[in-house]
């Protein structure tokens, strides 16, 4: 089973990157968050991967911290939940934040992600709420990147993101947008209305 991945990245696209390992290409399905973190074509990366073998199909899911593959694959044990799901679970939501989620029991920010509806969310609550727990009291921090960005994005930003889905923008991309229009300028991103948010996200969708 291959676990781990360094090599330079040959090409990406939002939601998947081919790793070029020693002149082998190695196509890694990606969460939004890691395709954020990847560096520019050509440069090298090193991915935690989780290989899943299935009769028609091997796949390779990759992930830039261990925290996102562990969580990963706590989603997948929930009835209901596969991988596409999970890694768009994970694409609008940073780990702390999640682990925090079901813990609480916040049923109204699961269901803010796409793709979770409210019965995928109780489901999450019932059978990961102590796994999560137990999953965090493990992590040293490193990972839990949610203290700014997680209070716009569990608010105008996800509102942002799932309009431009609904418009029809694959849920990778619209983070991507989202983030490059937080990052541009934070402090005026976290002031902006979700109207705002969406109008400038499509100009940068737009370049």
């Known amino acids: 089973m291959i676990a781990a991945l360094?090599?330079?990245?040959?090409?990406?696209?939002?939601?998947?990157?081919?790793?070029?390992v020693r002149g082998v290409g190695y196509e890694v399905q990606v969460s939004g968050r890691t395709y954020d973190r990847l560096p520019s074509t050509g440069e090298e990366t090193?991915?935690?991967?989780?290989?899943?073998?299935?009769?028609?199909?091997?796949?390779?899911?990759?992930?830039?911290?261990?925290?996102?593959?562990?969580?990963?694959?706590?989603?997948?044990?929930?009835?209901?939940v596969g991988p596409k799901l999970a890694l768009s679970i994970l694409s609008g939501i940073s780990a702390a934040e999640l682990c925090e989620a079901i813990s609480m029991k916040n049923l109204s920010r699961l269901v803010a992600l796409s793709g979770v509806g409210k019965k995928t969310a109780q489901r999450l609550c019932m059978e990961l709420g102590e796994k999560v727990g137990a999953l965090a009291g493990g992590w040293d921090g490193g990972d839990l990147e949610t203290a700014a960005p997680a209070a716009v994005e569990g608010h105008a930003m996800?509102?942002?993101?799932?309009?431009?889905?609904?418009?029809?923008?694959?849920?990778?991309?619209?983070w991507q947008a989202l983030r490059s229009v937080q990052q541009h300028d934070p402090e005026a991103a976290a002031a902006m209305k979700v109207e705002e948010l969406i109008r400038e996200a499509l100009q940068v969708l737009a370049r």
Not at 160 to 174: D, E, F, H, K, T
């Open 6 to 20: 360094t090599g330079t990245i040959f090409h990406k696209l939002p939601g998947s990157v081919i790793v070029d």
């Open 46 to 80: 090193f991915l935690y991967i989780h290989t899943s073998v299935r009769e028609d199909a091997i796949t390779l899911y990759g992930f830039s911290e261990p925290e996102e593959k562990e969580l990963f694959l706590l989603l997948n044990t929930v009835s209901g």
């Open 158 to 174: 996800q509102d942002a993101a799932s309009a431009l889905v609904n418009l029809g923008y694959p849920q990778n991309m619209a």
